[in-house]
């Protein structure tokens, strides 16, 4: 089982910029592509960036590109996110874990980690 741990979150001005870290456990982080995920109050969780194994294939969000960069270290185990030009609707937990084009049914409850709080003022 992989266990994921998220730090890096906090408050910061709108135009500010924040990176966030991912720790992952387990041999499985190695195997998969890797996602961050951001959960709104009241709103749905989403995928705001994904990474591949190697790291040399990028995808995010239309809300993000531009000013989000996601990357891994697989010597580390660990996945970041860069994130500039914060905007007040970027507040939300953020989250990181597996990645996969089912990952809303596929990911079980228990497999998130606590997420990092990141809370944008205007």
């Known amino acids: 089982q992989v266990q994921l741990v998220e730090s890096g979150g906090g408050l910061v001005q709108a135009g500010g910029s924040l990176r966030l870290s991912c720790a992952a456990s387990g041999l499985l982080f190695k195997l998969n592509t890797m996602g961050w995920y951001r959960q709104a109050p009241g709103k749905q969780r989403e995928l705001v960036a994904s990474i591949t194994i190697g790291g040399g294939i990028t995808r995010y969000a239309d809300s993000v590109k531009g000013r989000f960069t996601i990357s891994r270290d697989n010597a580390k185990n660990t996945v970041y996110l860069q994130m500039n030009s914060l905007k007040p609707e970027d507040t939300a937990v953020y989250y990181c874990?597996?990645?996969?084009?089912?990952?809303?049914?596929?990911?079980?409850?228990?497999?998130w980690g606590q997420g990092t709080q990141v809370t944008v003022s205007s």
């Open positions: 874990n597996k990645y996969s084009p089912d990952w809303d049914t596929a990911l079980r409850p228990g497999s």
